[in-house]
């Protein structure tokens, strides 16, 4: 079974760019067909989708956040990230990663890591 873990910090100031890190385990980012993607919610909302990196290394983006977020992965650590720049107290969510068989599909997911935007 794959695993996924959100890593990152849980405090950011705002202006600043939100750096978080997905670990997989128990299965390779590579793995043709799968596909992995940021998904984020803020308080009172429901998910959100950021974006997705596919297992070719092409990457999906929210019309709404692109700009203002990129995803990348390191195939030899086997993980992917999320960076989301000029963050603004609007950005505070739980951010989860997550694993589908296609850009808007999410089967597997890893415990959410909460981010707070604050001064």
């Known amino acids: 079974q794959v695993q996924l873990e959100e890593s990152g910090p849980g405090l950011v100031k705002p202006s600043q760019t939100l750096s978080l890190t997905c670990i997989v385990t128990n299965g390779s980012i590579t793995t043709s067909n799968y596909y992995w993607s940021w998904i984020r919610q803020s308080p009172g909302k429901g998910l959100e989708w950021m974006g997705t990196i596919a297992y070719d290394g092409a990457t999906y983006y929210n019309p709404s956040l692109k700009g203002h977020t990129s995803i990348s992965r390191d195939t030899s650590k086997n993980q992917f990230s999320l960076q989301l720049r000029s963050m603004t107290p609007e950005d505070t969510a739980v951010y989860y990663c997550?694993?589908?068989?296609?850009?808007?599909?999410?089967?597997?997911w890893g415990q959410g890591t909460q981010v707070t935007v604050s001064s």
């Open positions: 997550s694993r589908g068989a296609w850009v808007y599909e999410y089967v597997d």
